[in-house]
């Protein structure tokens, strides 16, 4: 027979601000890790860990894990776009894609009540959230390839 305990935890302010500030020191690793592996043409996990892991580990204070983790998911990033880029499909944008609304165009985040709904503050359309996001992609999706595919 198993047993399932369930455990929340409570941590102290000072706690809550540390769990916090990791994830932002690993934005802001990242951030630096494309920006430098973009300046000197490198893509690869291996180039990227052999030039930035000692500088990320330094500079933003992260531990081994962290370093690695972000210096995997700048290469697999660079990895995706090469393969959209190959295939013809240039990279959309997600940004507001499940915050904006296809009906009336209003981006808001109040527009999401919580992580599977979706109601416009403005026009009031109703729809699943991931719905909302895929319409919105499939949008800009169109627009880049009409831009793309424009007469010169």
Avoid at 30 to 47: E, S, T
Avoid at 72 to 90: E, F, H, L, Y
Avoid at 116 to 124: L, S, T, V, Y
């Amino acid at each position: 027979m198993k047993l399932v305990v369930q455990v929340k935890l409570l941590p102290t302010p000072v706690q809550a601000a540390a769990l916090e500030a990791t994830p932002r020191a690993c934005n802001r690793a990242a951030d630096h890790v494309a920006q430098v592996g973009f300046k000197r043409g490198v893509k690869d996990r291996n180039g990227l860990q052999k030039l930035l892991y000692a500088e990320v580990k330094a500079r933003f204070g992260l531990s081994a894990q962290p370093a690695v983790r972000v210096v995997k998911k700048v290469a697999d990033a660079c990895t995706a776009r090469t393969a959209q880029a190959k295939a013809g499909r240039p990279g959309i944008d997600p940004a507001y894609t499940s915050q904006r609304c296809p009906r009336c165009g209003h981006t808001e985040w109040a527009n999401r009540s919580d992580r599977d709904h979706f109601r416009c503050r403005r026009c009031g359309l109703v729809d699943p959230a991931d719905h909302v996001a895929g319409v919105n992609a499939r949008n800009r999706a169109h627009s880049v390839w009409a831009f793309v595919n424009r007469p010169v």
